[in-house]
């Protein structure tokens, strides 16, 4: 049975996965850093891991010749570390900190954890080397993690299931300064959205990295792909196969127009989201839904 390369991972891209570096130096000196989400447990006696590295990689070589490799992941504020490793480059590790870690594999900094291994075992599969390796040290730092599902980088949202408050909850007095805090807050709207709004977009067959990139085309003329990278963030190789995939869907052209069919699902996933808004805010005045969305564009504006 043969499949479609790029569908199968568009299929396997709705599992979620964190995001990684994995990290090694060589003796002459030469220090590789690839981006990879493959990375898994394998054992806990002994402590095993693994990830894999497609076969054409040019940092396979240091690699293959080191004896030790470090596994960082990364921090949900890290997407230009992913993106900085995902990419080629003469020096990835410029402008990047770094410390030495076990066989001077280098070990990025405020990320959300990392492991330090020794090269345990390299498994052939298929057009990747599958790299396990033995933990020897590992470090925690409690951050939360960046994740990436359907071809989009992501965070993580708890969700607590409940849909009753507990008997023995604390008091709205005992939560006062949780509830007085903008982070708090905004971080539960988000979820709330999201639980209502990814559902809807999800019906119109699209992935969530397809869905933004087709809402940026349907707002926007004259785009190129590099154009296209910089408004969503999304790696580069996703907002490619992203885009081919809307042009197989047939919802965009080769120069990047929407097509009446492209049209059609964009308009869709507007209502979506007008329907999604004009509910939120159905007690807000004109005005005052106004006065919001202004303050929130000098927010993006100053966190730039």
Known sequence: MSFDPKEFRRCLGNFATGVTVITAKSSDGTQVGVTANS?????????????????TSSSYAVFENSDHFAVNILAADQIDLSNNFAKPSDDKFANVETQP???GAPLLQNTAANFQCEKYQVVDGGDHW?????VVAFESLGRAPLLYVQGSYAGAIP????????????SDKTLARLHDSAIYLIHKVLQKVQENYLPKQSATGLSTSEARMLLVLSDTTGITVDDLSNLVTIPAVDVVDGVESLKGFGLINSDLALTEKGHDIAERLWAISDKQQADIFADFKEDELANFKKQLQQLLKQLS
């Open 39 to 55: 990375f898994n447990s394998v054992s806990l006696d002994p402590p095993l891991i693994l990830w894999s590295i497609v076969k």
């Open 101 to 103: 870690g076990i066989g």
């Open 130 to 134: 599958i790299m396990i390796g033995k």
């Open 159 to 170: 969700f607590t299931g409940a849909k009753t408050p507990a008997k023995n909850v604390a």
